[in-house]
């Protein structure tokens, strides 16, 4: 007998530490069962508490940080000590009226925000373009280094883990003081507050983007929820967790994951079938996190702004980043765009930025002493561009070392260094042609940066920086045709929006390649295989051993491509029907999605980032 209860009190204390104590094998996220546990209790307990504002905001901040907890460990020290910093500065910025002293708080702001971001996500990267000139800088996680000698501890000092959510959570608290320092806002009424605009837990770990602006008002606000926002509230949860489990999981698992992993085994058809397949799949995960994130939200009493809106219908590349990620693009429209100059003119960050992104690309394609020689006098003129007036003379210059440097990396096969060299000519030329369009062209470049600014946002990797720089100069692009063509403003029809749509969306996969494979010697295999083994005779043969794949990624791009107007009646219907109804489409779904759940719950994609 006391063997029993040993065992049984043996069990049940694994299984409390199972469901309160950090587990990085098993994190709690919104698809697996653990988290819906937990946040039936908690809306249990939401129901007594919901009519007391404050009781309700403390609440939803204790359970909030349990959550980041339950989903990344002890990095939630992390968020509480970005709230108090952020939060303190806010306050001084708001209350100080000499501008010096504003200016060098929000600058301060950055740093420790910043800082914190590079080193958790690029420390391994730099280190790693530093030791490429010969430094040897050793790489190893030097702040769990200085815990272990401080406190005694045993951390691994290997490699650097990156906190889950601090890239969504950083952009959060730095929009905070900044919307406080350009006076658009004013300070929270306290830190409890302000914890619970940084940390609620819907949008903590994955997005959608919050601002300050949008977010707190509605913190001091009663709970108000009608029937139809309940409605649309679950509509949401359901379509999300459909997306993520039903589609975006039994893709990946079954056909994508595999072929990004080794191209070279399978044919051209089948790698380009992958990269239509991964559209789809990380279109899915992600917009099936913030449906899921939004409607929790929603049911709480809280109104988060969408965060896609069917991008793959784009009919431009400018078009797609008003739907993908609107809580991203907007975010770096609004405090990167704008402050590299925007449409207006370049800042001294756009010429100093230029330089080091060649630097990366040329140590991408591989360093040599020519290539050296040609980068120094490029930025050379690039420098003299800065206080020479006459811009045809400097120009012409640019354009022939610019022109000579293309094409001995043509010769070489340095590609994106030749692809970029392609870029910075085509901006020299427009100056020398038209020097009245200098205020366009700052346009462009700003456009560029910024987008390839936000492709490193998403990651340590030069992959990530050609994703950001290819989506940079098709946006500068289409901004150049507009401009010559006269045609911002006007929506395209007929055949020119179909055009746009089509080429608009083979562009989107073509760059979501450098998005998904795991390095650069991939992404090659890929290309070699789609354009040198296609095997166009098997195509038939092989949609019939991918028949059960295939036809759920057309559902899936079908219900994508339907108009807004049928889908927006779909959520009016369900909204409308009577509970019962809705209580059996609930079980239905949930059943189907238990059955369809592969036995390894998968992380969404964006909890990397």
Same mark, same amino acid.
């Given at each position: 007998?006391?063997?029993?209860?040993?065992?049984?009190?043996? !069990?049940?204390?694994?299984?409390?530490?199972?469901?309160?104590?950090?587990?990085? @094998?098993?994190?709690?996220?919104?698809?697996?069962?653990?988290?819906?546990?937990?946040?039936?209790?908690?809306?249990? %307990?939401?129901?007594?508490?919901?009519?007391?504002?404050?009781?309700?905001?403390?609440?939803?901040?204790?359970?909030?940080?349990?959550?980041?907890?339950?989903?990344?460990?002890?990095?939630?020290?992390?968020?509480?000590?970005?709230?108090?910093?952020?939060?303190?500065?806010?306050?001084?910025?708001?209350?100080?009226?000499?501008?010096?002293?504003?200016?060098?708080?929000?600058?301060?702001?950055?740093?420790?925000?910043?800082?914190?971001? &590079?080193?958790?996500?690029?420390?391994?990267?730099?280190?790693?373009?530093?030791?490429?000139?010969?430094?040897?800088?050793?790489?190893?996680?030097?702040?769990?280094?200085? %815990?272990?000698?401080?406190?005694?501890?045993?951390?691994?000092?290997? +490699?650097?883990?990156?906190?889950?959510?601090?890239?969504?959570?950083?952009?959060?608290?730095?929009?905070?003081?900044?919307?406080?320092?350009?006076?658009?806002?004013?300070?929270?009424?306290?830190?409890?507050?302000?914890?619970?605009?940084?940390?609620?837990?819907?949008?903590?770990?994955?997005?959608?983007?919050?601002?300050?602006?949008?977010?707190?008002?509605?913190?001091?606000?009663?709970?108000?929820?009608?029937?139809?926002?309940?409605?649309? @509230?679950?509509?949401?949860?359901?379509? $999300?967790?459909?997306?993520?489990?039903?589609?975006?999981?039994?893709? !990946?698992?079954?056909?994508?994951?595999?072929?990004?992993?080794?191209?070279?085994?399978?044919?051209?058809?089948?790698?380009?079938?992958?990269?239509?397949?991964?559209?789809?799949?990380?279109?899915?995960?992600?917009?099936?996190?913030?449906?899921?994130?939004?409607?929790?939200?929603?049911?709480?009493? =809280?109104?988060?702004?969408?965060?896609?809106? !069917?991008?793959?219908?784009?009919?431009?590349?400018?078009? =797609?980043?008003?739907?993908?990620?609107?809580?991203?693009?907007?975010?770096?429209?609004?405090?990167?765009?704008?402050?590299?100059?925007?449409?207006?003119?370049?800042?001294?960050?756009?010429?100093?930025?230029?330089?080091?992104?060649?630097?990366?690309?040329?140590?991408?394609?591989?360093?040599?002493?020519?290539?050296?020689?040609?980068?120094?006098?490029?930025?050379?003129?690039?420098?003299?561009?800065?206080?020479?007036?006459?811009?045809?003379?400097?120009?012409?210059?640019?354009?022939?070392?610019?022109?000579?440097?293309?094409?001995? @990396?043509?010769?070489?096969? %340095?590609?994106?260094?030749?692809?970029?060299?392609?870029?910075?000519?085509?901006?020299?030329?427009?100056?020398?042609?038209?020097?009245? /369009? +200098? #205020?366009?062209?700052?346009?462009?470049?700003?456009?560029?940066?910024?987008?390839?600014?936000?492709?490193?946002?998403?990651?340590?990797?030069?992959?990530?920086?050609?994703?950001?720089?290819?989506?940079?100069?098709?946006?500068?692009?289409?901004?150049?045709?507009?401009?010559?063509?006269? !045609? +911002?403003?006007?929506?395209?029809?007929?055949?020119?929006?179909?055009?746009?749509?089509?080429?608009?969306?083979?562009?989107?996969?073509?760059?979501?390649?450098?998005?998904?494979?795991?390095?650069?010697?991939?992404?090659?295999?890929?290309?070699? #295989?789609?354009?040198?083994?296609?095997?166009?005779?098997?195509?038939?043969?092989? @949609?019939? $051993?991918?028949?059960?794949?295939?036809?759920?990624?057309?559902?899936?791009?079908?219900?994508?491509?339907?108009?807004?107007?049928?889908?927006?009646?779909?959520?009016?219907?369900?909204? /409308?029907?009577?509970?019962?109804?809705?209580?059996?489409?609930?079980?239905?779904?949930?059943?189907?999605?238990? #059955?369809?759940?592969?036995? &390894?719950?998968?992380?969404?994609?964006?909890?990397?980032?």
């Amino acid at each position: 007998m006391l063997n029993f209860v040993v065992l049984f009190l043996n !069990s049940f204390t694994d299984q409390l530490k199972s469901w309160f104590f950090y587990d990085p @094998a098993n994190p709690m996220i919104f698809s697996n069962s653990m988290f819906w546990a937990f946040f039936l209790v908690a809306m249990i %307990a939401y129901y007594f508490l919901y009519a007391r504002i404050t009781a309700r905001n403390m609440f939803l901040l204790a359970f909030s940080l349990f959550f980041y907890y339950k989903a990344g460990g002890f990095f939630f020290f992390l968020i509480i000590f970005s709230t108090f910093v952020d939060y303190y500065i806010g306050e001084k910025v708001h209350r100080s009226e000499h501008q010096p002293t504003r200016t060098w708080l929000v600058v301060l702001s950055l740093v420790v925000n910043l800082g914190l971001l &590079a080193y958790f996500k690029y420390t391994f990267y730099f280190i790693d373009i530093l030791n490429s000139f010969g430094a040897e800088i050793t790489k190893q996680d030097y702040l769990a280094s200085a %815990a272990n000698g401080w406190l005694g501890t045993s951390l691994d000092i290997s +490699k650097i883990i990156l906190p889950v959510g601090i890239s969504f959570y950083t952009f959060q608290t730095i929009s905070y003081t900044l919307d406080i320092y350009r006076r658009k806002i004013t300070p929270v009424d306290n830190i409890l507050d302000f914890g619970f605009y940084v940390s609620f837990f819907p949008q903590l770990v994955a997005g959608p983007i919050v601002r300050a602006s949008s977010f707190v008002p509605q913190i001091y606000k009663p709970y108000k929820l009608t029937p139809e926002e309940y409605g649309f @509230a679950i509509f949401l949860i359901l379509n $999300g967790l459909v997306k993520k489990i039903l589609i975006s999981d039994y893709i !990946s698992t079954n056909f994508v994951d595999r072929v990004f992993l080794e191209p070279q085994k399978y044919s051209g058809f089948e790698n380009l079938m992958a990269v239509y397949g991964y559209a789809i799949q990380i279109y899915c995960d992600f917009s099936g996190y913030t449906d899921i994130a939004i409607g929790l939200a929603l049911l709480l009493g =809280f109104r988060l702004n969408i965060n896609f809106n !069917s991008p793959y219908s784009s009919t431009s590349i400018t078009d =797609f980043w008003r739907r993908w990620h609107i809580s991203l693009s907007s975010w770096l429209r609004d405090y990167l765009y704008i402050s590299l100059g925007g449409n207006r003119t370049t800042s001294l960050f756009t010429y100093i930025f230029v330089p080091i992104i060649l630097l990366i690309f040329l140590l991408v394609d591989g360093w040599t002493g020519l290539n050296f020689m040609f980068f120094m006098m490029l930025v050379t003129v690039w420098v003299l561009s800065l206080t020479f007036s006459d811009m045809k003379f400097i120009g012409g210059i640019g354009v022939l070392v610019a022109g000579t440097f293309a094409s001995n @990396a043509f010769i070489t096969e %340095a590609w994106y260094t030749f692809g970029l060299l392609c870029v910075i000519i085509v901006f020299w030329t427009i100056l020398l042609v038209r020097p009245d /369009r +200098k #205020q366009s062209v700052s346009t462009y470049m700003n456009l560029t940066i910024t987008m390839l600014l936000g492709g490193l946002w998403h990651g340590a990797d030069t992959r990530f920086i050609i994703w950001g720089a290819l989506h940079g100069g098709a946006l500068a692009l289409h901004k150049f045709w507009m401009d010559i063509t006269k !045609s +911002k403003g006007k929506e395209p029809k007929g055949i020119s929006r179909f055009l746009g749509q089509v080429i608009t969306f083979h562009f989107v996969c073509f760059c979501w390649i450098y998005f998904r494979a795991q390095d650069m010697a991939t992404i090659n295999k890929m290309f070699a #295989q789609i354009t040198g083994s296609f095997q166009a005779d098997k195509i038939l043969q092989m @949609a019939t $051993g991918y028949a059960d794949i295939f036809r759920l990624m057309v559902v899936a791009y079908v219900i994508h491509w339907l108009p807004r107007r049928l889908k927006d009646d779909l959520v009016v219907w369900f909204t /409308r029907m009577p509970e019962i109804v809705k209580a059996v489409i609930i079980s239905i779904v949930v059943i189907v999605l238990y #059955q369809a759940s592969t036995s &390894a719950v998968k992380p969404f994609i964006y909890f990397q980032f």
